[in-house]
């Protein structure tokens, strides 16, 4: 016999509380919102304000205008060996705790430190987020984002109800989870469609090239290639070199989507990406 809680929400006309009731609808705006900041915190955006002034100071370094910066001024070697001692047991004492600090902030970089500016780009350039999108921040985060995607149930979509769309629902909020995601997805299909159907010189392929190596090449020199003068290059021409490529993946990426796809090819792949977010369940929140 029915209990007196199940008789009482059917007289209210209650449905019983299922998984596919846990997902929430997305709105227009929040789509917007969300381009906008995926836009406006990538790596392109937060630092093509300082473009301008890496390509100078990189100039008069190599003009011999500037010079490079050094964190310490030479001293006398007898001050050097008294302070160096000195120094010896403090250091020592202190290593764990900034070994800690330097955890607690592994993304802060300090004023004019070119270097960690470079190493932050290339955490952010990871191989799994090579557009440099505001999120994922990391690409540890990165690849767990796509571990995250290819974990999600397959049920081949929600349940009918009687009131509201679970179906657009469902679309709206895997859509919304996994936007990132995503889009390096129609960005892999563009590469490989401009590589294998269009030409072997279309641009979009060789420039996701280029920037994975502007950002693997050492600051100095390559065992591998002593020729390279690649110490020779200062660091500030290296991060606006890797600034320029990132913004030249984006362009051309909009460029092959947009206007190098036909519009029989478009409804394909927008439908791919549309049937992969209506037949998996959203994670739980």
Same mark, same amino acid.
């Given at each position: ?6 008789? =009482?929400?059917?007289? $209210?006309?209650? &449905? ?11 709105? =227009? ?5 969300? =381009? ?43 001050? /050097? ?44 350039? %990871? ?6 999108? $505001?999120?994922? /921040? ?45 889009? %390096? ?8 469609? $401009? ?6 010189? /279309? ?7 280029? &920037? ?27 991060? $606006? ?34 049937? %992969? ?9």
């Amino acid at each position: 016999m029915p209990s007196k809680a199940k008789q =009482a929400d059917r007289k $209210a006309g209650k &449905q019983p509380k299922n998984q596919e009731d846990d997902e929430v609808s997305v709105t =227009a705006g929040s789509f917007t919102d969300l =381009a906008k900041s995926m836009v406006m915190g990538s790596v392109l955006a937060e630092n093509g304000k300082n473009f301008p002034y890496l390509v100078q100071d990189g100039i008069a370094i190599i003009k011999g205008e500037k010079k490079v910066e050094q964190n310490k001024e030479e001293k006398p070697k007898e001050e /050097a060996k008294e302070e160096k001692e000195e120094n010896e047991q403090e250091s020592k004492e202190g290593e764990d705790k900034e070994n800690i600090a330097n955890k607690a902030v592994s993304d802060f970089v300090v004023e004019n430190d070119v270097c960690g500016l470079f190493n932050k780009i290339s955490s952010r350039l %990871h191989w799994s987020n090579p557009l440099g999108l $505001a999120t994922p /921040a990391s690409g540890e985060d990165s690849v767990k984002a796509w571990k995250a995607l290819k974990g999600l149930d397959l049920d081949f979509g929600p349940r009918a109800k009687r009131k509201g769309n679970p179906g657009m629902e469902r679309i709206s909020a895997n859509l919304y989870n996994n936007f990132a995601q995503y889009v %390096h997805i129609l960005l892999l299909l563009m590469v490989v469609r $401009a590589f294998l159907f269009r030409s072997f010189f /279309a641009c979009l392929p060789w420039l996701i090239g280029y &920037q994975f190596l502007s950002l693997f090449l050492p600051l100095d020199k390559l065992p591998q290639a002593p020729q390279l003068p690649l110490d020779k290059v200062p660091v500030e021409i290296r991060v $606006a070199i890797t600034l320029v490529l990132n913004g030249l993946v984006q362009l051309f990426f909009v460029y092959e989507l947009l206007w190098k796809t036909y519009f029989f090819e478009k409804i394909p792949l927008m439908g791919l990406i549309v049937f %992969h977010a209506y037949a998996v369940r959203p994670a739980e929140a």
